[in-house]
């Protein structure tokens, strides 16, 4: 089993990186200035025990690898994204081959599966950072996460055993799920704190506020969701924040990262957007979650930093929405 890893940024070039080091065959598909330096010098992989270079394949495009049948693909773009790599996937002769949504939010395997046959869903439990070109941080150890997966839109089989095993000889945890897709709307619900992070920094009213709407919004919609407390037993001690060098802190999320870099773009229409959607469709109001992602969207195309708006600035853009 060789693993392509597309998207390498924070969460995709630690898994990469991880499991180079543990020596299976992985390659890795980066964009731009990333993708360069990585192919220039190796990826610079920070974590709390240390900093060391991983050599390791590196495409710009899936169109560059020459695709077996034995190749299993892990998705890590941001949700705005999965459209346009599932048709490079296409494009490049990609048929039956395992598809893993190793992405935050619960619609990239819906669209992989309109695409492919055997579509799998990951949790990413995963404190990673990529600011940096040819650099990613990941802020714990012995594990570097929790991924665990299972086949969409349920069920677990070889695949989901043996990617898991070799997750696991990579310093994950990952256990085989036959319900991914709870414990991916479990994760969804804590990803809605990712817009109230990157637009005003983190308020726990704000944050309170927009999962008290997403937990009505699933129960409205009849969406199973592991519970709060199989969630907590299921992380445990694993991710404890560490001091990566001479930073005690990770700074921001990957919404949070995303403005930090300037990309443009934001994966919030794909994590609070998710609540808006299914408020519309089922007839709950959720104002605090779209009034984030309305502000969050335009800081992204604007190109503002992170937290540049206040908490009022926020509950001002509810009270009129």
Not at 119 to 133: C, I, N, R, S
């Amino acid at each position: 089993m060789r693993i392509i890893v597309v998207g390498a940024g924070a969460v995709g070039g630690v898994v990469a990186a991880n499991l180079a080091i543990a020596g299976t065959p992985v390659v890795a598909v980066a964009r731009g200035e990333h993708a360069r330096v990585m192919r220039k010098s190796g990826l610079r992989y920070e974590s709390p025990t240390g900093t060391r270079i991983v050599e390791l394949p590196v495409a710009t495009s899936v169109g560059e690898i020459d695709i077996t049948d034995d190749d299993v693909f892990m998705l890590g773009v941001k949700g705005q994204d999965t459209v346009g790599v599932l048709n490079d996937l296409r494009a490049a002769g990609v048929a039956n081959q395992p598809i893993v949504c190793m992405q935050n939010g619960v619609d990239n395997e819906r669209q992989a599966l309109r695409l492919f046959p055997n579509v799998y869903g990951m949790v990413v439990m995963l404190p990673a950072d990529h600011l940096a070109p040819g650099v990613v941080r990941v802020w714990t150890a012995p594990s570097s996460g929790l991924l665990d997966v299972g086949r969409y839109p349920h069920g677990i089989d070889d695949l989901s055993v043996q990617l898991g095993a070799t997750l696991e000889a990579a310093t994950f945890g990952s256990i085989p799920r036959d319900d991914i897709m709870s414990w991916k709307y479990r994760k969804l619900l804590m990803n809605l704190g990712n817009a109230v992070e990157a637009v005003c920094g983190r308020d726990a009213r704000l944050g309170e506020m927009v999962r008290t709407e997403g937990e009505a919004v699933l129960a409205a919609a009849g969406i199973t969701v592991v519970s709060t407390e199989d969630d907590l037993a299921r992380r445990g001690d694993a991710l404890k924040i560490q001091p990566v060098g001479d930073d005690t802190r990770r700074a921001g999320g990957s919404s949070w990262q995303s403005l930090r870099r300037g990309t443009g773009t934001i994966e919030t229409d794909y994590l609070t957007g998710e609540i808006v959607l299914l408020g519309r469709l089922h007839g709950v109001a959720t104002p605090a979650n779209y009034a984030l992602q309305d502000l969050a969207a335009e800081m992204a195309r604007t190109g503002e930093p992170p937290a540049s708006r206040t908490v009022d600035d926020v509950l001002r853009a509810i009270d009129t929405t």
